[in-house]
């Protein structure tokens, strides 16, 4: 059974998880690896409208993956904890060892 502090610690962990659970997003978190950027960049970058992108910046920021300052009228994003890069990363490699997997299995049929 699990004690409260990794109880509350996966429960958070797993709000995170929700926060980039979403293909917008991810495209989003991936856009601002190379640094801050406006809403209205972020949005022809990923090619969705301004508010749509707004309510997904919404969610990042509400869970910590995401922080903004306001520039005059510009809203500036940026990745609060840049690590999280890492985790895609980490799930690309997941989906290449998916595929070679695959591979060896139809040389087998």
Do not use: W
């Not at 293909?23 to 949005?43: E, K, S, T």
């Not at 910590?64 to 510009?74: A, I, N, P």
């Not at 985790?87 to 070679?100: E, G, M, N």
Request: charged content about 25%; overall charge positive; proline content about 3%.
């Amino acid at each position: 059974m699990l004690n409260k502090k990794k109880q509350l610690l996966f429960e958070k962990q797993a709000q995170i998880a929700k926060a980039i659970a979403h293909p917008l997003r991810i495209a989003i978190v991936n856009y601002l690896r190379n640094g801050p950027q406006c809403v209205c960049d972020i949005a022809e970058q990923v090619g969705s409208e301004r508010s749509n992108v707004s309510r997904h910046l919404s969610v990042m920021v509400s869970a910590g993956v995401l922080e903004y300052r306001k520039d005059g009228l510009k809203v500036i994003y940026k990745l609060k904890t840049p690590c999280i890069l890492e985790f895609f990363s980490c799930v690309t490699r997941v989906l290449k060892q998916q595929a070679r997997d695959n591979e060896k299995l139809l040389k087998v049929l």
